[in-house]
C-alpha cells in the first residue's frame, strides 16, 4: 500500500461547525486529490493539488475548501458544515513515474456525519 | 452531467460464473480508462487499465474489452470467485501524454456479488 493515511478515521459534528480533514503521505507524491463517495453517485472529485501551494477546484467543490504547505500534507476544509456534507472521504495520491505512472492510490477514508 | 454511466449498479454471480460490468463515456478526449476495485471500508485500488489504442487487456482473470467507436468498455471477470465480491468502479481521464494532473471521472459502481 502506498503510505496515506487521513485523520480522522470518523467524525461526527454539528451543523454549522468547521470542520477539517488531514490526508498524510509518505510516497513524495505530487498530485494529491480529495473525493467524496455517497451511495448512488460514486466518486466524485472536490479539489486537488498539483504541487504545494498549488490547488484547483474539482466537479463539487462548493462548501469545500483545501490548503497545501507541505508536499506530504492535504487538508480539506468545511468551513461550515451542513447535513449534506455527510460523507464518506478518501484522499488519494499519483506520483508522476512508476510502472502505471497514471495511478491514483487511495487512503482509507474517513466517514463524516453531520447532524 | 454525467460523462461515465456504468451498468449494472448491482450483480450476483454464481462461482465460477462470468462478472461482466459496462460503462459508456461521452468526452472523446478521454484517453485512458482503469477500473479500480473496492472492498468494504477500504478505498478504492487499481485493477486494471486499458488505453485506446487497444481492444483488450487481459490480467490473469480480468480482461477489459474497449470499443472506441462505440464510446464503451467493459470488464469481465472470469472464473469469478467469493474473494471477487467487491464494488467496481470504471473511471476515464484525459491527457494521457501531457502533464496534467490526470483528473478521473469514475461511474457510479458496481457492487459485485460472488455466491458459493
Known amino acids: 500500500d502506498a503510505g496515506i493515511t487521513q485523520s480522522p478515521r470518523h467524525k461526527v459534528t454539528e451543523t454549522g461547525t468547521p470542520v477539517t480533514l488531514r490526508c498524510h503521505q509518505t510516497?513524495?507524491?505530487?498530485?494529491m486529490y480529495w473525493y467524496r463517495q455517497d451511495p448512488g453517485h460514486g466518486l466524485r472529485l472536490i479539489h486537488y493539488?498539483?504541487?504545494?501551494?498549488?490547488?484547483d477546484k474539482g466537479e463539487v467543490s462548493d462548501g469545500y475548501s483545501v490548503s497545501r504547505s507541505k508536499t506530504e500534507d492535504f487538508l480539506l476544509t468545511l468551513e461550515s458544515a451542513t447535513s449534506s456534507q455527510t460523507s464518506v472521504y478518501f484522499c488519494?495520491?499519483?506520483?508522476?513515474?512508476?510502472?502505471?505512472?497514471?495511478?491514483?492510490?487511495f487512503g482509507p477514508g474517513t466517514r463524516l456525519t453531520v447532524l | 452531467q454525467q460523462q461515465v454511466k456504468q451498468s449494472p449498479q448491482s450483480l450476483i454471480v454464481q462461482k465460477g460464473g462470468i462478472s461482466i460490468i459496462n460503462c459508456a463515456y461521452e468526452?472523446?478526449?478521454?484517453?485512458?480508462f482503469p477500473w479500480y476495485q473496492q472492498f468494504p471500508g477500504k478505498g478504492p485500488a487499481l485493477l486494471i487499465a486499458?488505453?485506446?489504442?487497444?481492444s483488450e487487456k487481459k490480467e490473469g482473470r480480468f480482461t477489459i474489452s474497449f470499443n472506441k467507436s462505440a464510446k464503451q468498455f467493459s470488464l469481465h471477470i472470469m472464473d469469478s470467485q467469493p474473494g471477487d465480491s467487491a464494488t467496481y468502479f470504471c473511471?476515464?481521464?484525459?491527457?494521457?501524454?501531457?502533464?496534467?494532473?490526470?483528473?478521473?471521472?469514475f461511474g457510479k459502481g458496481t457492487k459485485l456479488s460472488v455466491i458459493p
Open positions: 468526452n472523446t478526449a478521454f484517453d485512458y
Open positions: 473511471a476515464a481521464s484525459k491527457g494521457y501524454s501531457g502533464a496534467g494532473s490526470y483528473q478521473l471521472t
Open positions: 493539488s498539483y504541487g504545494v501551494k498549488d490547488t
Open positions: 488519494a495520491t499519483k506520483g508522476t513515474s512508476g510502472r502505471i505512472p497514471h495511478e491514483q492510490f
Open positions: 486499458i488505453r485506446p489504442d487497444v
Open positions: 510516497e513524495n507524491h505530487r498530485y
